[in-house]
């Protein structure tokens, strides 16, 4: 593993409040910089300065250098390469993610926010061709930097790792990379937030969608063994895995922004990994048991997806920047940094949470202590519902509860840790206590 520093041409971190709204500006500059690169592609030059894979992550180091410099070393810049083949890099290729990390007074709790730097055009092995992936994914990595440079003017409980992979296009590489790292380091992930495909509104056949950002989230747990997946058979909370409780503590934080920060957008919770047969570089870290999800437009638009430039029949294909919506790419960039702010600020999530309450009217609740709570929410809710409905706040030294007339047939419960500022964890699912 090595840490590189490129000497490029920065945007330079604006003087703001503790939390300043994200600037569509800043964002289109971050775009156009991009896609001044002609071609991102995965096996694209990593020597030329001005064009390819290579400079492009340059670039993104040197912006995380520039918002680590503004705040007094806060952001590292770290690089993680390892060397992958397949069929779509027959030959090997060497993936490399450029981090910036930002460490918190808990290091090894960590929040992950990520977007992938390469692009394509029609033929996936094409590595010279322009493929200016402005959407595709040039709007995440500037989201990405964006957050950061917010997010660094505060300190926060855990480590936020600010993630821009590549070969996504390949096969998932560079979430891989990241996701086995965070394995081998011993990271508590609290969450992971991919952002992929997240700048337009207009959509394909000319359809406008800017009311809400779809956010996809596993309910089958692809971490799941047999046995695990037959004792959730019994137990329920296919809807309540860590990726789902992710995905609708997401929409629960869009819902109080005011305006000026991504108020008014709504979190469409797509209850599925990902779109329809396709994936992203959420997947990798679901694999692994980490709570993950991605954001999406609310209406993709196919023509400007892996395309060559060109005009057929009249109807012009390519990723350009011209189809972006950059005020709504800074109202998803906002609900971003506050759902990243809840998560780095509350502790971690109980480990484990059990039930016990067959044959009875009340259900005994239990769940493992977690270092730094200040108090636990117990959450309930009626099995015919998908949201909480009730809840009962109790203090750090609490491990357990009885749920009075609350029976476990016909119930639904699960626990989340708080901060003594009230900020809550993601809400962990309760189900059989083991037998004894």
Known sequence: MRIFLAALPLLLAVPAGARDAPSPARLKASVGALVGFGTRHTLSTVTDPKRGIG????????????????CRGCIAVERIERSFTGPRAPGGVIVQNVLGIQKGRNPGRVVIVGAHIDSRVTDVMDATSDAPGANDDA?????????ARILSKQQFDATIVYAVFSAEEQGLWGATLLADTAK????TISAMLNNDIVGNTLGQGGKREARWVRVFSEGIRASEDGAAQLKRRGDGGEDDGPSRALAKAIDGVAGTLPARDGGGLDVFLDRRPDRFGRGGDHEPFLKLGYPAVRFSVANENWDAQHQDLRTDNGVVYGDTIDRMDFAYLAKVTAINVAAITRFATAPAAPAEASLVGDLSRDTQVSWSAVPGAAGYR???????????SASRDLPGNSTATTLVQVPVDDHFVGVSSLAADGSESLVTFAGRAPRR
């Open 139 to 147: 709007s995440g990595v500037a989201l990405v930097l964006e957050a």
């Open 184 to 187: 081998a380091r011993g990271w």
């Open 55 to 70: 400079a492009a992550r340059d670039w993104a180091a040197a912006q995380f250098d520039a918002i680590g410099r503004a």
């Open 378 to 388: 117990i959450h309930w809710r009626r099995n015919d519902s998908a949201e909480w």
